[in-house]
């Protein structure tokens, strides 16, 4: 695995940008990062960011719509974006010498967005945004249930109890006053974090980001952090729903350390364990053993600026009951926390996290990606060459204290489905 060695340089106007070279990669990846997601959102304008990630190709003030991706197409390389809680990232993947193309389409949709919205293409896109919440979450059997635990995570006014897909009545009510006011607070150089790997000398980075984004202005505005390890509930929250679904389901979500502590880390080995495929764990206990479920699964969804979140997915077998399936899940949590935390064991997690390290890293994309994640999350990039280490480094008796404390009841929320009596063969 290649050391990324990134090197780290600031704009005046706050942009960061972040280099890596890598002579054996004839590609330049690039991504910009924006500090904004779903969790910087006006109260009733939830989906907002993931609309935006939609609106930037939609022209800017010398790109028409639509002639962002075309223009890297055109100049053989493609183009993608994601919204998540807490961030907005654009990434682009391009031959070396059509790097200062991406760059000046970057620098161009970030000064002039605005030029270029209208109430057609808010409308086009809203309707784009819609469609998706639909595919993904409203029309697939057992969809929502993550939408619904994360609501059921956080209190009510929480800045995190929506996800980036927001909610279709929020949707609707945005206006283009909305989107030039959150415009023109999220998605400037102050706001941002650019990072390129490829066959690039870092000094040709710096040079061009300084051509095209150096005479931007800041927003001149900070986020304030969120940041909590501790519950935001008192007691588990617990809901059951009777929806036309497949067979019923156990679901749950755990509160859990924020992202880069080690208390985070300790969780991560401890969710690893639960949810591999190995001879101990949930998919051993529920699929082959007990026979309970089709598939039982465990993974984190780390957060920076709010409590992670550690999730279960156990999709039963048809007539199971939900409550012999919480037994087992809660027996397979105990028995880590009791001595089930073998250095066996606890090699086998370590080699799962170190190859999907590895598998991300591979390509020059996810590199670009984590290195705007490191930089933009704490402040240093370089951190991107030391975080495996923090996470392999935790030991057995951090992991199954991790499994006693973090995955307890208290901390989490339960979903469960029961199939209506239709769905029902």
């Given at each position: 695995?290649?050391?990324?060695?990134?090197?780290?340089?600031?704009?005046?106007n706050?942009?960061?940008?972040?280099?890596?070279?890598?002579?054996?990669?004839?590609?330049?990846?690039?991504?910009?990062?924006?500090?904004?997601?779903?969790?910087?959102?006006?109260?009733?304008?939830?989906?907002?960011a993931?609309?935006?990630?939609?609106?930037?190709?939609?022209?800017?003030?010398?790109?028409?719509?639509?002639?962002?991706?075309?223009?890297?197409?055109?100049?053989?390389?493609?183009?993608?974006?994601?919204?998540?809680?807490?961030?907005?990232?654009?990434?682009s993947?391009?031959?070396?010498?059509?790097?200062?193309?991406?760059?000046?389409?970057?620098?161009?949709?970030?000064?002039?967005?605005?030029?270029?919205?209208?109430?057609?293409?808010?409308?086009?896109?809203?309707?784009?945004?819609?469609?998706?919440?639909?595919?993904?979450?409203?029309?697939?059997?057992?969809?929502?249930?993550?939408?619904?635990l994360?609501?059921?995570?956080?209190?009510?006014?929480?800045?995190?109890?929506?996800?980036?897909?927001?909610?279709?009545e929020?949707?609707?009510?945005?206006?283009?006053?909305?989107?030039?006011?959150?415009?023109?607070?999220?998605?400037?150089?102050?706001?941002?974090?650019l990072?390129?790997?490829?066959?690039?000398?870092?000094?040709?980075?710096?040079?061009?980001?300084?051509?095209?984004?150096?005479?931007?202005?800041?927003?001149?505005?900070?986020?304030?952090?969120?940041?909590?390890?501790?519950?935001?509930?008192?007691?588990?929250?617990?809901?059951?729903?009777?929806?036309?679904?497949?067979?019923?389901?156990?679901?749950?979500?755990?509160?859990?350390?924020?992202?880069?502590?080690?208390?985070?880390?300790?969780?991560?080995?401890?969710?690893?364990?639960?949810?591999?495929?190995?001879?101990?764990?949930?998919?051993?206990?529920?699929v082959?053993?007990?026979?309970?479920?089709?598939?039982?699964?465990?993974?984190?969804?780390?957060?920076?600026?709010a409590?992670?979140?550690?999730?279960?997915?156990?999709?039963?077998l048809?007539?199971?009951?939900?409550?012999?399936?919480?037994?087992?899940?809660?027996?397979?949590?105990?028995?880590?926390?009791?001595?089930?935390?073998?250095?066996?064991?606890l090699?086998?997690?370590?080699?799962?996290?170190?190859?999907?390290?590895?598998?991300?890293?591979?390509?020059?994309?996810?590199?670009?990606?984590?290195?705007?994640?490191?930089?933009?999350?704490?402040?240093?990039?370089?951190?991107c060459?030391?975080?495996?280490?923090?996470?392999?480094?935790?030991?057995?008796?951090?992991?199954?204290?991790?499994?006693?404390?973090?995955?307890?009841?208290?901390?989490?929320?339960?979903?469960t489905?029961?199939?209506?009596?239709?769905?029902?063969?």
């Open positions: 695995m290649p050391v990324l060695n990134p090197v780290r340089h600031t704009l005046a706050g942009l960061r940008v972040v280099a890596s070279q890598d002579p054996t990669v004839p590609v330049a990846a690039v991504c910009l990062w924006y500090r904004v997601g779903s969790c910087d959102e006006p109260r009733g304008r939830t989906g907002l993931h609309l935006f990630e939609h609106l930037m190709f939609q022209g800017s003030t010398h790109v028409p719509a639509g002639g962002h991706t075309a223009a890297v197409e055109d100049a053989g390389g493609h183009t993608n974006a994601a919204t998540g809680f807490e961030r907005t990232a654009f990434h993947l391009v031959p070396v010498g059509q790097l200062e193309l991406v760059l000046w389409l970057e620098a161009d949709r970030m000064g002039g967005l605005p030029d270029a919205l209208t109430a057609e293409s808010l409308a086009t896109q809203r309707d784009v945004v819609l469609n998706e919440r639909r595919e993904r979450y409203d029309n697939v059997p057992y969809g929502t249930g993550w939408e619904r994360v609501s059921m995570s956080f209190p009510a006014g929480h800045p995190f109890r929506a996800l980036p897909a927001g909610s279709p929020d949707l609707a009510e945005v206006t283009l006053d909305d989107c030039r006011a959150f415009f023109g607070r999220h998605y400037t150089p102050d706001r941002a974090i990072s390129v790997v490829g066959d690039v000398a870092p000094g040709t980075v710096m040079e061009l980001a300084e051509r095209h984004f150096g005479h931007l202005p800041p927003s001149g505005t900070e986020t304030a952090p969120l940041t909590a390890g501790a519950p935001t509930r008192p007691a588990e929250a617990r809901r059951h729903v009777v929806e036309p679904v497949p067979g019923p389901a156990f679901m749950a979500a755990y509160q859990l350390p924020p992202y880069g502590t080690p208390g985070c880390a300790a969780a991560d080995l401890a969710l690893t364990l639960l949810g591999g495929m190995s001879s101990r764990g949930l998919h051993d206990r529920l082959r053993r007990d026979q309970l479920a089709h598939t039982a699964r465990a993974s984190l969804m780390p957060l920076v600026r409590p992670s979140l550690g999730q279960l997915n156990v999709r039963a048809a007539g199971a009951d939900p409550a012999t399936v919480e037994r087992a899940v809660d027996g397979e949590i105990d028995r880590l926390a009791d001595g089930g935390v073998t250095e066996d064991a090699e086998g997690a370590r080699a799962q996290i170190r190859r999907d390290w590895h598998d991300r890293l591979a390509h020059p994309a996810g590199r670009a990606d984590e290195l705007c994640a490191q930089e933009a999350y704490f402040g240093d990039a370089t951190r060459d030391r975080h495996l280490a923090s996470v392999l480094d935790v030991g057995a008796a951090e992991v199954a204290a991790a499994a006693a404390e973090l995955l307890a009841p208290a901390r989490r929320a339960v979903l489905y029961e199939p209506a009596r239709e769905a029902v063969r």
